[in-house]
């Protein structure tokens, strides 16, 4: 009996124990420092406790900690300076901390954006800093290289380590918009939209994320939430000398009111009548709405927002240099022309992306939330280009129009030289001559059938979307935190072409021109639609090819992070089904069999793992380590040969794995910060289509490469040396190598059915990635006082290399070349065989780019901010950043085909005033 009770008082003691360790609360209110408004969607972390919370749209926050005695508190966010306070926790009660005041900053400060705070770094116990724990994924969120290298690379096309823009993944309000036909996010739909965007969760390369399983390019996540919004409104108006010259917006948020609503509103514009270069224009209306219902117990909301961004523009095309030269003119554009005493662009892009977003929150716990979301967009694109059928080519920088097509003739080539020189006047050679087009399709009008020769078609590539999202995030003791989510998507891409001019023309023969030429008197081969033959099309209507993309997708992922007082690990997996099939709405006459309804459903089964692990050597100076490996399904736009006109897609399609490892030493000191990285990744049967006019077989093809390897390796460097609190200097760089390294089957789909596919191994191993330079950098010079802030940076890029063509590397190609010292060696056709299947590497250049900015308090909270950018100020000629080899091989007259397209940089300016009320 005595047992009984000794028992039972101690279990009394021990429920007593529990129970007395009390939650105590923390509150605060984070405020400006200078305008003393509340800050809402700041970080807060209670570092010792291990708690974390989020500032409502009045700046408030609370924390719930079991812990008492002192700790540290830290706040973070994307717009002010990291900001750490020494607390004093009570055994029970309430700490009230009333107001905190941070440094706010701006988007446009780049200089100080982000940086830790020096009196941040001044933690209890000394210089080892790990009295108590380390929080390293605030000072990884602050990466200097990172932070640099997106504004001041991109004028050089430059993709981070190289890797393309599918495995970057984009999310807004935690629903994945990475569309499914080409893998990206169109960040044309949220154009002038940039004050209700501002406020993004960025995880860096494959670091574990808190809303999806992440990409190797890095993911974020856009809250477009209205109770995330900053109270008040903002009005900015910039200028510049870019795509366009002008922009403006407009915003409003109500933030989250007494009542548990908020509203937000935005409008912007962006118009040029012509840009920069000449022939382009730019017209753009913006809008974004977004409401958002909080409930009362604070453990539901729910939101929505709808935005778009529709817009027309002009586009400038790369050109051969021979093109440049003549024209005296680095930023040449030959898609435009006069038409009736009238500037007009041949290639003009129509697009809008209407979205819609629902998502719910539901906060279980203190510890436990759940987030669901459902987006829908609409996406429609049309790219307008000229068209031809039984006339010359149009386009004024056709190789046949160039004078190196007549150095067999001195009298011709000077003609044409002559011709090419006359850079005024509206029947320039070197421009589209409309009224010419025109005059030929009323000639043939009068004379003919009255079929077009020439017109304009609008090549239309439509999507409509539909996701759902969930994501779970929880914490299963105190050092480790669960995140899972799902996601299910349906995406249906419409691709056809419709007539937007027939440029006086009284109809058009809906025919293959190709086939028609190819397969005389065989009149069903010719039909692009055998349903409805010998067709008359007219304004409008859809002809050529019409099919549809079905993409469907469902993924289930978990990742889970462990931190510890000397180290961090995480781990992760997913897996994901997904199916694609073709859908054809016409029966094309070169592919009776295989071209109208729906083909084979093709379906895949992917995985992902992951692994990263950070050793602290001390509060400053970090040690981390990523592994993972993962497989994508192929792209709908890059598994079907020729997509056009057949249901078939390349042979063996599997899906592709990538291997990626990295290995990075960061540091982050009272006056110096930054990271050092070593990386490698390694892709395996991957996929590549292009497509091209085939000179030899007189028809427009279809290149696929199947089973292609690739290895992107290198070394980053970001260092930020903050000499005092008005000055800082940024050192950032990389030197990669970014390879193909093996030597994949291709197979040639002809589209007018001449000939069967072809299947030939290209010779890719060895060659270089191209379209992004592998080495960059850039010494940065920043300076703020008083609300006064200065950039200057000096860029260099180099090595940067001209994308290649396949065909260019076909054995058969060559198999008559003799090498030296062999008989029958032939020297011209050596050096020609050498010429074909160099890869051109471009100069270097170096650029200096320079700001200047003030933000000026008005009182009453309203402000104006200021600033200044000019970019490429020592680019005295405008540089080469890009290119690739056109789809032409001739072995005879190596230097009448080796021309290269390729894209050019020039000088810009940009003039932004906002004022915030």
């Given at each position: 009996?005595?047992?009984?009770?000794?028992?039972?008082?101690?279990?009394?003691?021990?429920?007593?124990?529990?129970?007395?360790?009390?939650?105590?609360e923390?509150r605060?209110?984070?405020?400006?420092?200078?305008?003393?408004n509340?800050?809402?969607?700041?970080?807060?972390?209670l570092?010792?406790?291990?708690?974390?919370?989020?500032?409502?749209?009045?700046?408030?926050?609370?924390?719930?900690?079991?812990?008492?005695?002192?700790?540290?508190?830290?706040i973070?966010?994307?717009?002010?300076?990291?900001s750490?306070i020494?607390?004093?926790?009570?055994?029970?009660?309430?700490l009230?901390?009333?107001?905190?005041?941070?440094?706010?900053?701006?988007?446009?400060?780049?200089?100080?954006?982000?940086?830790?705070?020096?009196?941040?770094?001044?933690?209890d116990?000394?210089?080892?800093?790990?009295?108590?724990?380390?929080?390293?994924?605030?000072?990884?969120?602050?990466?200097?290289?990172?932070?640099?290298?997106?504004?001041?690379?991109?004028?050089?096309r430059?993709?981070?380590?190289?890797?393309?823009?599918?495995?970057?993944?984009?999310?807004?309000?935690?629903?994945?918009?990475?569309?499914?036909?080409r893998?990206?996010f169109?960040?044309?739909?949220?154009?002038?939209?940039?004050?209700?965007?501002?406020?993004?969760?960025?995880?860096?390369?494959?670091?574990?994320?808190?809303y999806s399983?992440?990409?190797?390019?890095?993911?974020?996540?856009?809250?477009?939430?209205?109770?995330?919004?900053?109270?008040?409104g903002?009005?900015t108006v910039?200028?510049t000398?870019?795509?366009y010259?002008?922009?403006?917006?407009?915003?409003?948020?109500?933030?989250?009111?007494?009542?548990?609503?908020a509203?937000?509103?935005?409008?912007?514009?962006?118009?040029?009548?012509?840009?920069?270069i000449?022939?382009?224009?730019?017209?753009?209306?913006?809008?974004?709405?977004?409401v958002?219902?909080?409930?009362?117990?604070?453990?539901?909301?729910i939101?929505?927002?709808?935005?778009?961004?529709p817009?027309?523009?002009?586009q400038?095309?790369?050109?051969f240099?021979?093109?440049?030269?003549l024209?005296g003119?680095?930023?040449?554009?030959?898609?435009?022309?006069?038409q009736?005493?009238?500037?007009?662009?041949?290639?003009?892009?129509?697009?809008?992306?209407?979205?819609?977003?629902f998502?719910?929150?539901?906060?279980?716990s203190e510890?436990?939330?759940?987030?669901?979301?459902?987006?829908?967009?609409?996406?429609?694109?049309?790219?307008?280009?000229?068209?031809?059928?039984?006339?010359?080519?149009?386009r004024?920088?056709?190789?046949r129009?160039?004078?190196?097509?007549?150095?067999d003739?001195?009298?011709a080539?000077?003609y044409?030289?002559?011709?090419?020189?006359?850079?005024?006047?509206?029947?320039r050679?070197?421009q589209?001559?409309?009224?010419?087009?025109?005059?030929?399709?009323?000639?043939n009008n009068?004379?003919?059938?009255?079929?077009?020769?020439?017109?304009?078609?609008?090549?239309?590539?439509?999507?409509?979307?539909?996701?759902?999202?969930?994501?779970?995030?929880?914490?299963l003791?105190?050092?480790?935190?669960?995140?899972?989510?799902?996601?299910?998507?349906?995406?249906?891409?419409?691709?056809?072409?419709?007539?937007?001019?027939?440029?006086?023309?009284?109809?058009?023969?809906?025919?293959?021109k190709?086939?028609?030429r190819?397969?005389?008197?065989?009149?069903?081969?010719?039909?692009?639609?055998?349903?409805?033959p010998?067709?008359?099309?007219?304004?409008?209507?859809?002809?050529?090819?019409?099919?549809?993309?079905?993409?469907?997708?469902?993924?289930?992922?978990?990742?889970?992070?462990?931190?510890?007082?000397?180290?961090?690990?995480?781990?992760?997996?997913?897996?994901?089904?997904?199916?694609?099939?073709?859908?054809g709405?016409?029966r094309?006459?070169?592919?009776?069999?295989?071209?109208y309804?729906?083909?084979?459903?093709h379906?895949?089964?992917?995985?992902?793992?992951?692994?990263?692990?950070?050793?602290?050597?001390?509060?400053?100076h970090?040690?981390?380590?990523?592994?993972?490996?993962?497989?994508?399904?192929?792209?709908a736009?890059?598994?079907?040969?020729?997509?056009?006109?057949?249901?078939?897609?390349?042979?063996?399609?599997?899906?592709?794995g990538?291997?990626?490892a990295?290995?990075n030493?960061?540091?982050?000191?009272?006056?110096?910060?930054?990271?050092?990285?070593?990386?490698?990744?390694?892709?395996?049967?991957?996929m590549?289509?292009?497509?091209y006019?085939?000179?030899?077989?007189?028809?427009?093809?279809?290149?696929?490469?199947?089973?292609?390897?690739?290895?992107?390796?290198?070394?980053e460097?970001?260092?930020?040396?903050?000499?005092?609190?008005?000055?800082?200097?940024?050192?950032?760089?990389?030197?990669?190598?970014?390879?193909?390294?093996?030597?994949?089957?291709?197979?040639?789909?002809?589209?007018?059915?001449?000939r069967?596919?072809?299947?030939?191994?290209?010779?890719?191993?060895?060659?270089?990635?191209?379209?992004?330079?592998?080495?960059?950098?850039?010494?940065?010079?920043n300076?703020f006082?008083?609300?006064?802030?200065?950039?200057?940076?000096?860029?260099g890029?180099a090595?940067n290399?001209?994308?290649?063509?396949?065909?260019?590397?076909?054995?058969?190609?060559?198999?008559?070349i003799?090498?030296?010292?062999?008989?029958?060696?032939?020297?011209?056709?050596?050096?020609?065989?050498?010429?074909?299947?160099?890869?051109?590497?471009?100069?270097?250049?170096?650029?200096?780019?320079?700001?200047?900015?003030?933000m000026?308090?008005?009182?009453?909270?309203?402000?104006?901010?200021?600033?200044?950018?000019?970019?490429?100020?020592?680019?005295?000629?405008?540089i080469?950043?890009?290119?690739?080899?056109?789809?032409?091989?001739?072995?005879?007259?190596?230097?009448r085909?080796?021309?290269?397209?390729?894209?050019?940089?020039?000088?810009n300016?940009?003039?932004?005033?906002?004022?915030?009320?």
């Amino acid at each position: 009996m005595k047992q009984r009770l000794y028992l039972w008082l101690f279990c009394l003691c021990i429920t007593s124990a529990v129970y007395a360790q009390t939650t105590i609360e923390i509150r605060g209110v984070v405020v400006d420092r200078n305008t003393n408004n509340p800050i809402p969607g700041v970080t807060v972390r209670l570092l010792d406790a291990h708690v974390t919370a989020t500032a409502d749209e009045r700046g408030a926050f609370m924390l719930r900690s079991s812990r008492s005695g002192a700790d540290i508190l830290m706040i973070t966010g994307a717009d002010i300076i990291t900001s750490e306070i020494s607390v004093s926790v009570p055994q029970q009660g309430v700490l009230d901390l009333e107001t905190i005041p941070v440094q706010q900053i701006q988007a446009f400060d780049i200089s100080v954006m982000g940086m830790i705070d020096e009196s941040s770094l001044s933690l209890d116990g000394g210089d080892d800093g790990l009295t108590q724990d380390v929080s390293s994924s605030v000072i990884f969120s602050n990466d200097v290289f990172l932070r640099n290298a997106g504004f001041q690379f991109s004028q050089f096309r430059y993709r981070v380590r190289g890797y393309e823009n599918r495995f970057q993944e984009v999310s807004i309000n935690g629903v994945n918009f990475n569309d499914q036909i080409r893998g990206v996010f169109s960040h044309a739909s949220i154009g002038a939209l940039n004050d209700v965007t501002r406020r993004r969760n960025v995880t860096n390369y494959f670091a574990p994320s808190a809303y999806s399983f992440g990409s190797i390019g890095g993911s974020e996540d856009i809250n477009m939430r209205a109770g995330s919004q900053m109270r008040g409104g903002r009005a900015t108006v910039s200028l510049t000398n870019r795509n366009y010259y002008a922009r403006a917006m407009t915003s409003y948020s109500t933030g989250m009111r007494d009542d548990g609503w908020a509203v937000t509103m935005s409008l912007g514009a962006r118009y040029a009548h012509e840009g920069n270069i000449e022939g382009t224009f730019y017209r753009n209306i913006a809008y974004a709405f977004s409401v958002e219902k909080r409930f009362a117990d604070n453990n539901h909301s729910i939101s929505f927002v709808t935005f778009g961004s529709p817009v027309e523009r002009g586009q400038a095309s790369p050109s051969f240099q021979e093109a440049y030269d003549l024209t005296g003119n680095n930023l040449y554009n030959p898609n435009w022309g006069y038409q009736n005493g009238k500037r007009r662009n041949s290639r003009v892009v129509r697009a809008f992306n209407p979205t819609g977003i629902f998502s719910h929150t539901w906060h279980i716990s203190e510890i436990t939330n759940l987030v669901t979301g459902i987006g829908t967009n609409y996406s429609r694109w049309g790219g307008s280009a000229l068209n031809w059928f039984n006339g010359a080519d149009p386009r004024p920088d056709n190789w046949r129009n160039l004078p190196s097509n007549f150095r067999d003739s001195e009298t011709a080539f000077a003609y044409y030289t002559y011709l090419w020189r006359q850079t005024s006047g509206q029947n320039r050679i070197s421009q589209v001559n409309w009224d010419r087009l025109w005059q030929v399709n009323h000639l043939n009008n009068r004379e003919g059938d009255g079929s077009a020769i020439y017109m304009v078609e609008e090549r239309r590539n439509d999507l409509f979307e539909t996701s759902v999202n969930s994501t779970l995030n929880t914490r299963l003791s105190d050092r480790v935190r669960f995140t899972a989510g799902i996601g299910l998507r349906n995406s249906v891409s419409k691709q056809f072409s419709t007539v937007l001019d027939l440029l006086g023309a009284q109809y058009l023969l809906d025919i293959d021109k190709f086939s028609e030429r190819d397969f005389p008197g065989n009149h069903s081969v010719s039909h692009n639609d055998l349903n409805r033959p010998n067709r008359r099309v007219y304004k409008g209507d859809i002809f050529g090819y019409d099919f549809r993309f079905h993409v469907n997708s469902a993924d289930v992922w978990f990742q889970q992070q462990h931190n510890y007082r000397r180290m961090d690990f995480h781990i992760g997996a997913m897996m994901k089904y997904s199916a694609i099939q073709r859908e054809g709405m016409m029966r094309n006459g070169r592919h009776p069999g295989n071209s109208y309804g729906r083909g084979e459903q093709h379906d895949f089964i992917d995985f992902g793992m992951k692994t990263g692990a950070t050793y602290k050597f001390s509060g400053r100076h970090f040690l981390t380590g990523n592994l993972s490996y993962q497989t994508f399904a192929p792209m709908a736009g890059q598994a079907y040969l020729s997509p056009r006109v057949m249901d078939r897609t390349a042979d063996n399609l599997k899906s592709m794995g990538v291997f990626a490892a990295d290995i990075n030493y960061v540091f982050s000191m009272p006056t110096v910060s930054g990271r050092v990285s070593l990386f490698n990744t390694v892709f395996q049967d991957d996929m590549m289509r292009v497509s091209y006019y085939h000179d030899s077989e007189r028809t427009f093809v279809n290149h696929v490469l199947n089973g292609l390897n690739r290895v992107h390796r290198g070394i980053e460097l970001g260092v930020n040396w903050r000499m005092n609190n008005t000055w800082n200097f940024d050192f950032i760089g990389t030197a990669g190598e970014y390879f193909y390294s093996n030597n994949p089957m291709g197979v040639i789909s002809f589209e007018n059915g001449s000939r069967e596919d072809l299947s030939e191994k290209v010779y890719m191993k060895n060659a270089r990635i191209g379209g992004t330079p592998q080495t960059v950098g850039t010494v940065g010079i920043n300076f703020f006082r008083n609300f006064w802030f200065l950039n200057l940076n000096i860029n260099g890029f180099a090595r940067n290399f001209i994308e290649i063509a396949p065909i260019r590397r076909l054995a058969s190609n060559y198999a008559g070349i003799i090498p030296p010292d062999t008989d029958g060696f032939d020297e011209d056709q050596y050096n020609a065989y050498r010429t074909l299947t160099n890869q051109e590497k471009f100069d270097g250049g170096v650029t200096a780019d320079f700001s200047i900015g003030r933000m000026i308090f008005l009182g009453a909270g309203n402000r104006v901010n200021f600033n200044l950018s000019i970019n490429n100020i020592l680019n005295d000629r405008n540089i080469r950043v890009g290119g690739f080899e056109q789809g032409r091989v001739n072995i005879d007259f190596p230097d009448r085909f080796t021309a290269r397209y390729t894209y050019m940089q020039g000088i810009n300016a940009f003039m932004n005033v906002s004022y915030l009320f």
